[in-house]
């Protein structure tokens, strides 16, 4: 069974840092592109960023560019965003997903953006 | 960036009724857009890929069709269990973009 289990969220003051954590099972993670969706409260999903498989390409939405950065531990089987320079619009809760068609999604962790 | 322009924003409909829902991209994307469904405080769903192909665990009344810029999900004959804000998203080019959400409400 496919699980990807979120860790690291929390409440941060804008400007602030924060490291999510994503840990794989159930599949062969150095096989797959995996990446980060976010919810914001009371609107919808924004597509954050990927990690393609192999070639480690990588992606990012505009909205986080040059703050945000994605990397993979495949011993590790795990996942990491790090958020710099916090804002109160990255207030979501981030998924972490598997695959480049968002095929499995975790529970999610909640970030929050405030002072 | 591809906009994904999803419709309605909003639909209130009963058990058993038939509903359609809407998203055209901006360019052509080929058949690379996906359905979601997401319930309040869970994680979304894939219920189509492929633009019309019915993930495994999704009950066969929901369908998806269409090509290139207009895609249309249908709920065949709605159960309560499918009220809930459904999201279809492009990954035919970086950065992928979700359609705005249709919030299916009960009548």
């Known amino acids: 069974e496919v699980q990807l289990v979120e860790s690291g969220g929390g409440l941060v003051q804008p400007g602030g840092s924060l490291r999510l954590s994503c840990v794989a099972s159930?599949?062969?993670?150095?096989?797959?592109?995996m990446g980060w969706v976010r919810h914001i409260p009371g609107k919808g999903l924004e597509w954050v960023s990927c990690?393609?498989?192999?070639?480690?390409?990588?992606y990012y939405a505009d909205s986080v560019k040059g703050r945000f950065t994605i990397s993979r531990d495949n011993v590790k089987n795990s996942l990491y965003l790090q958020m710099n320079s916090l804002r109160d619009d990255d207030t979501a809760v981030y998924y972490c997903?598997?695959?480049?068609?968002?095929?499995?999604w975790g529970q999610g962790t909640l970030v929050a953006v405030s002072s | 960036d591809i906009q994904m322009t999803q419709s309605p924003s909003s639909l209130s409909a009963s058990v058993g009724d038939r509903v359609t829902i809407t998203c055209r991209a901006s360019?052509?994307?080929?058949?690379?857009l996906g359905w979601y469904q997401q319930k309040p405080g869970k994680a979304p769903k894939r219920l189509i890929y492929?633009?019309?192909s019915l993930q495994i665990e999704a009950p066969s009344r929901f369908s998806g069709s269409g090509s290139g810029t207009e895609f249309t999900l249908t709920i065949s004959s709605l159960q309560p269990e499918d009220f809930a804000t459904y999201y279809c998203?492009?990954?035919?080019?970086?950065?992928?973009?979700f359609g705005q959400g249709t919030k299916l409400e009960i009548k």
């Open positions: 492929a633009a019309s």
């Open positions: 360019q052509a994307i080929r058949n690379d």
């Open positions: 998203l492009q990954h035919n080019t970086f950065p992928y973009t």
């Open positions: 159930g599949f062969t993670f150095s096989s797959y592109t």
């Open positions: 990690i393609i498989k192999g070639s480690n390409s990588i």
């Open positions: 997903v598997r695959d480049q068609w968002l095929a499995y």
